[in-house]
């Protein structure tokens, strides 16, 4: 079974510093997809970014970047010049194909502060 | 576009009673799911459907029901409701694994 860590619960940062969220998966496939969410006080669940596994080049978002490792199964989540805005739950997710389906598997999650 | 749309947004059960919460979505997507938000363990997958008609269960499916007669709806039933099950219900729809899922504002249950 596929499972997906993060094993940072809580972390904490002073607004414009860098901070850089960990999270390891556990697969046999070859192809999938890999994501991040945030989850602000809204309780919305907002897409931040995605990497294909084939792909080797790290993907970027604005002030959002990856740093994906194939080989260690790892996915960290690296955001430059924080926000307070940035304040939220963040999920890694995994998804691959399974008879048809695409299945999402979360994290349990980091709650990142961002302080004033 | 609306989106995904999750009604209601709060809820408050008797053990035993039962319920069904709706979700909705204008964006044609075939991929559908429910997953239940628990402090500390993220969100796990309860039913999912691939298209109208096709329906199949995911990691905690017990106490629930499902079924999807149209592309754009998916409720989810609960039979008997239980303390356990208090939590945050999310339905979420994709249309193709590269775009990832899209969710619904959640619904927030709680079981006395």
């Known amino acids: 079974a596929q499972t997906v860590t993060q094993s940072q619960p809580e972390m904490s940062v002073q607004e414009a510093e860098t901070v850089t969220l960990s999270c390891t998966y556990d697969?046999?496939?070859?192809?999938?997809?890999l994501f991040w969410y945030k989850q602000p006080p809204s309780r919305q669940m907002i897409l931040v970014i995605r990497q294909e596994a084939y792909k080797q080049q790290n993907a970027t978002e604005n002030r959002f970047s990856v740093n994906f490792q194939k080989a260690a199964k790892s996915f960290s989540l690296k955001i430059s010049d924080s926000q307070l805005g940035d304040t939220a739950m963040y999920f890694c997710a995994f998804m691959k194909f399974l008879g048809g389906a695409q299945k999402l598997v979360f994290g349990q999650g980091t709650r990142l502060t961002i302080n004033p | 576009n609306a989106g995904v749309t999750q009604t209601p947004k709060f809820q408050v059960l008797k053990t035993g009673q039962s319920m069904t919460l709706q979700c909705a979505q204008d964006m044609n997507h075939e991929y559908m799911s429910w997953y239940r938000q628990d402090p500390g363990m993220g969100l796990r997958l309860i039913h999912y459907?691939?298209?109208?008609?096709?329906?199949d269960q995911g990691e905690v499916p017990n106490g629930y029901n499902v079924s999807r007669s149209t592309t754009e709806d998916f409720p989810l039933r609960l039979l008997s409701a239980a303390p356990s099950q208090t939590s945050v219900y999310f339905c979420a729809s994709s249309y193709s694994v590269r775009d990832g899922y899209t969710f619904g504002s959640g619904t927030r249950l709680t079981v006395v």
């Open positions: 459907s691939v298209g109208a008609g096709i329906t």
């Open positions: 697969t046999s496939e070859n192809n999938y997809y």
